[in-house]
């Protein structure tokens, strides 16, 4: 009796023991994707390039022109600032593990990687911060270094300034550490390597201790390439397997190399996978997987290859990694059955999304758009989605889209979550946090960051560009109003604006919905909605009258917004889901909607002509082809607030199920 009662205490202390291991706290990990850092206060080594006098700083803006930001998906400078606001924030938080998953650089330039690598450092000091990160394909943007630089930093006088490095186009003929090279630009090109894009072994031999090699205080850390256990880990066995030379692999023109390599395998090279496991604190794995996949060029015998032999991997993503990076695919599985049994909380990121992020409409955007438009090359098929999930991977942080958006994939009883990070360099400015729970769950955080203090701090050299686009390129001005914002997020706000104005109206948009459907205000838009063949324009515009107010609008209420409006709040919640909600007014909102129920009534009702111009067409084919090309658009922008929670939620360990 007395060794039964035993045996039941000695089972329940070991029960107690597993519940007390498997509720112990993990801490909270901030993801913070796409940082683009730009630095603008860099110190050139070569003293090539001062930059201009800061009157608030008191000391020289290396930046890039308002004009080249308004163009690009991310912004170059302020986002400098963003960063130092949002790591004060998270240290205020108390969170100390913080994961960059990848382009936390601008195109692996050394200047500005080491003005990274300098404020990484501080919080490092000051907070007790820890970084892990992963490489996106900005950082590097080839395998290898390569000639580069940039045509729109900003010089004197407002006028652009061309910097490039030796072998680029710009600097032809240089050929030592810096030079000045006149040209019928109104500045002279400067020559420096300061802006050389670094490949691998540059950007981790500045970056390397942020998760890329293991450190002392890690509790153990592997790459895909380690040959040791987990028990049988040290640092030194460590430290070699990190060594550039240990993480290599073989990849192919036409697939994976090494032990999956084919017979008809061509163009092949070796190349460095950066990808590493840690376990920081104890219980908490993090998986840091390098998705980059710079696919070779032909090589046309080649026996060694330059950063000019491989494609970007822009456009790769998970799509190539299962073709070209196989062995990622092996030790992610490992990984997952490594974690279980020794009961390690696993969190994984990389730059590249794992799942759909548009919520479902991805087939839809491209019947309407074309393929090729709204980065829907970086979409992961949906079969590649699952055989994610059949890893047992769990949940994924990606970035490279600069989007808010959450997708669930599941295969059978598995299921992957991926959560999209937004962009600190985008709209809508925020950061993750995931937060492990003692009761099988993980919370999800998303931080805004709407105050950044310095944010208007370098507008007065906006000003002086602007003056000087008026005076000569007029026709590529940008809206000074974007200088009157309050704070940062509100900048990026116009941000969005401006994009949505010179580049994604332009690029993504057919010609004819375009043109005639943004010259349109919303009355106009609900009266064509009316607008069939059996009634006249009067009849249509008293019937879209009638409507509005029996919803509870006036008429007028339409008028206030035009079709353009609509384009910005349709890339506002393509950016940030709902994010975006609080910039966009529930009573506009809600006359979106009935837009659209109007329009698709409508479409049941008349027959979509082949092609209209609206100069020339009668006011019934324009109705009918609002109906059925701009109503669908419509449909798209109300189903991309209906996904998954992409703000705070919590995921379920076991089931995969999100709540609020």
Known sequence: MKCLLSTMLLALLFMAAQVKADNKEVPAVAFMPDIHFHDVYADFNDGSFKGLPNSRSKDHATIRTMQAQLHSTRLFNENYFALLAALDDAAARGIKLIALPGDFSDDGQQVHLRGLQKILKHYQQKYDMRFFAAPGNHDPVRPFSRPAGKPDYLGTDGHRQRIFSKGAAECTGYKGKQAVIKTENPLPTICTEEVQELGYKGVLSILGEHGFSPQPEYIYWETPFSGY???????????????????????????????????????????????????????LWLLAIDANVYIPKAQTGKKSLSANDFHGSGNAGYNKVLTHKKHLMGWIKDIVKQADERGKTLLAFSHFPMTEFYDGQSDTISELFGEATFQLARRPDDSVSKLLAETGLKVHVGGHMHMNDTGVTRSGEQFLVNIQAPSLAAYVPAYKVLRPGKSGSLAVETIVIKEVPRFNELFEHYREEYQQLLSTEADKLWDKEVLTAKNYQEFTSWHIRELTRQRFLPDDWPADLRDWVFSLNGEQLLSLSQLTEQRSWPEAKAAGESLARSKGFKPSDFSQWTGFEFAVDFYRIRNAGRLALKDISKSRLRQYQLLAVSLSELAKKVKAPEQVVQETESKHQLAAALAHRFGPVLDIFLALQEGEPDDNFIIDWQSGELSR
């Open 229 to 283: 256990s987990y028990e049988d880990y040290d640092l030194a066995k460590g430290k070699a397997s990190a060594e550039l030379t240990a993480r290599q692999y073989e990849i192919c023109s036409n697939g994976s190399g090494g032990e999956f390599k084919a017979e008809n395998a061509v163009n092949c090279g070796e190349i460095t996978d950066a990808s590493y496991l840690v376990e920081p604190v104890e219980g």
